[in-house]
């Protein structure tokens, strides 16, 4: 029997490095069923999130609320949000945020005249009517607050009959972890 020591010196190295890149079936078949887990998992809290999102996120468009340029709920503004006050009437452990939006045209004469200086103020005044109303008809007031963003994330404005502006609420729900009783 002859070995060819040049044939081996290249050979083995060779046969160590494979040995050292590989790993055992087991725990190559244990990382794979762990990967599938993950993404599983992931994949269900993805769902969930979504799922909560739908359920608990409403958007009103604000010029069914409010009257063109004004930040006091319309009669068919409270009409519209009713349908909103047994979902929140039932909430225990919860956030209720309501979130006031407009477009980013300058707030006009007649709302500065009233106090109203930029679009914060003028969202932030429509959600807080948002919230009033919500309280009045017996949503807990410790679980719901309101937020303005004013022109910091303008709606798209869409042609409204007269003015071109446009305006919405967004209601957004979480659900809070009971406290810890210790």
């Known amino acids: 029997m002859t070995i060819n020591l040049a044939v081996t010196a ?12 590989c790993v055992s079936k087991n725990a190559y078949e244990q990382q794979g069923q762990e990967l599938q887990a993950a993404r599983a998992q992931a994949a269900a ?18 010029d069914v609320l409010f009257p063109e340029g004004g930040y006091q709920l ?13 979902r929140l009437q039932s909430l225990q452990n919860a ?19 009233a106090g109203i200086k930029d679009n914060i103020d003028l ?17 807990n007031p410790n679980i719901i607050s309101a937020k303005g963003f004013g022109d910091t994330h303008p709606v798209p404005r869409t042609t409204h009959r007269t003015t071109g502006r446009r305006t919405a609420a967004s209601i957004s729900c979480w659900r809070v972890p009971a406290p810890d009783p210790g």
Request: aromatic share 8%; charged share 15%; proline share 6%.
């Open 74 to 86: 319309s009669p068919s503004g409270q009409a519209a949000l009713s349908q909103y006050v047994p």
């Open 123 to 139: 969202s932030s005044k429509r959600a807080d009517a948002v919230v009033a109303y919500f309280r009045s008809q017996g949503v």
């Open 95 to 113: 956030k209720v945020v309501v979130y006031g939006y407009t477009d980013n045209l300058p707030v006009g004469p007649a709302l500065q005249r």
């Open 10 to 21: 290249r050979v083995i190295p060779l046969t160590a490095l494979m040995l050292a890149a």
């Open 45 to 62: 809290e993805q769902s969930q999130v979504a799922k909560m999102q739908a359920e608990n996120k409403w958007v009103v468009a604000g």
